[in-house]
């Protein structure tokens, strides 16, 4: 896929830099959205960041997509884009990776530990829960700082 990204995030309309697929990394395709994260930005482009989730959408040719804006984070969750604080860690099941359903953040659960509890995942732990489309088996990861 390519990139056609707007030089200004207030002018979608154009100038745009094109970007190719070595920009960038495709981390989510539904319908006419796409959401990806650049390794690297052309260097007209500095209105977001290296490794920030853009949304974008599908042009005509259904092989390039403009970037629109950054992406929120009911959007992340809605099109299942996983946070990692460390490295990317997908399991596997059936001899294939698995897929993500979602992500819990201690932010948002309690993290009192229980009694007696030798260690306990302490502030700025995920876990990452992932299904196998074969088996249904379903696994988790987690992951602190
Ligand atoms: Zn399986």
């Known amino acids: 896929m390519n990139a056609v990204i707007p030089i200004s995030p207030d ?56 970037v629109i804006r950054k992406a929120t984070e009911d959007e992340r969750k809605l099109y299942r884009v996983p946070l990692w604080i460390q490295g990317e860690e997908v399991p596997e099941c059936c001899g294939r990776p698995m897929f993500f359903v979602g992500q819990i953040d201690d932010d948002r659960i309690c993290t009192e530990p229980p009694e007696g509890a030798k260690l306990w995942w302490h502030d700025g732990a995920s876990f990452y829960i992932f299904t196998c489309s074969q088996c249904l088996e379903c696994k988790s990861v987690g992951q602190q700082f």
């Open 11 to 66: 002018d979608l309309g154009g100038p745009f830099v094109t970007a190719d697929a070595g920009y960038f990394e495709v981390l989510a395709v539904r319908e006419q959205v796409v959401l990806v994260e650049f390794h690297s930005r052309p260097i007209e482009i500095r209105w977001f960041d290296d490794f920030e989730l853009m949304y974008c959408q599908r042009q005509h040719d259904p092989e390039t997509f403009k």
